[in-house]
């Protein structure tokens, strides 16, 4: 299948900074992509839908100002996190669908991120 | 509203089968998923069922029957990788994917 790479697997954050996660199509191009958040024992949340070059369209509730999503290109898209506070510790995971109303969409492996 | 139920756990042994169910009820219907995420992993397409019927891929199986809203996901030969949640996802009329909440499934020796 294809592949999503997603960056940094990893990352732990002072309180108050921001934190950018990437999100690659390695072998395709993602006219869209998805970015989900994922607390314990939850099942996946839909945070944001983005569409290349056009402004990301948010689920409700979720903030556009907080969650920054920029899909400059066909196969790069990145969630910054901006002023973290520790409620933002979660496993966040994006997903890739190479072309609409293509069947699978592809995951990245997943950023756990921490906020002290 | 929309919604998906899945069995919240379930335990079975290795070499067994198990099966884990998945009702739905969404705004229209474009496929289901099946998708398998071990602790601290992204998920990981298993498979994907739009018409009614069985559709077998190795150790795996899906069905699903529209009318009842209902799918369940097989697994035989079971082997101790296989423990891990598995999510059942709705594809509604806005090609939006609806997730359950997902199964965990834990074998034993």
């Known amino acids: 299948g294809a592949v999503v790479s997603q960056h940094p697997s990893r990352v732990i954050c002072k309180s108050g900074t921001s934190v950018k996660i990437e999100c690659r199509s390695l072998?395709?191009?993602?006219?869209?992509m998805f970015w989900y958040r994922q607390f314990p024992k939850q099942s996946l949340m839909l945070m944001a839908t983005?569409?290349?070059?056009?402004?990301?369209?948010?689920e409700q509730g979720v903030e556009k100002d907080k969650f920054l999503i920029n899909h400059a290109s066909l196969t790069l898209s990145t969630l910054t996190v901006t002023s973290a506070h520790p409620e933002d510790s979660s496993f966040y995971i994006c997903?890739?669908?190479?072309?609409?109303?293509?069947?699978?969409?592809?995951f990245g492996q997943g950023t756990r991120l921490t906020v002290v | 509203g929309q919604n998906i139920d899945q069995p919240t756990e379930m335990t079975a042994t290795e070499g067994a089968i198990v099966q884990i169910n998945c009702t739905y009820q969404?705004?229209?219907?474009?496929?289901l998923f099946w998708y398998q995420q071990h602790a601290g992993e992204a998920p990981t397409f298993l498979s994907y069922?739009?018409l009614d019927g069985l559709e077998e891929k190795g150790r795996f199986s899906s069905f699903l029957s529209r009318s009842k809203g209902y799918s369940y996901l097989l697994l035989k030969e079971l082997q101790m990788k296989d423990s891990a949640s598995y999510l059942c996802a709705v594809k509604d009329s806005n090609y939006q994917l609806i997730w359950g909440a997902g199964t965990k499934l834990i074998i034993k020796p």
């Open positions: 983005s569409n290349e070059g056009s402004k990301a369209t948010y």
């Open positions: 997903s890739a669908r190479p072309a609409r109303g293509h069947t699978e969409a592809f």
């Open positions: 069922n739009v």
């Open positions: 072998d395709f191009q993602a006219t869209t």
């Open positions: 969404t705004s229209g219907f474009n496929g």
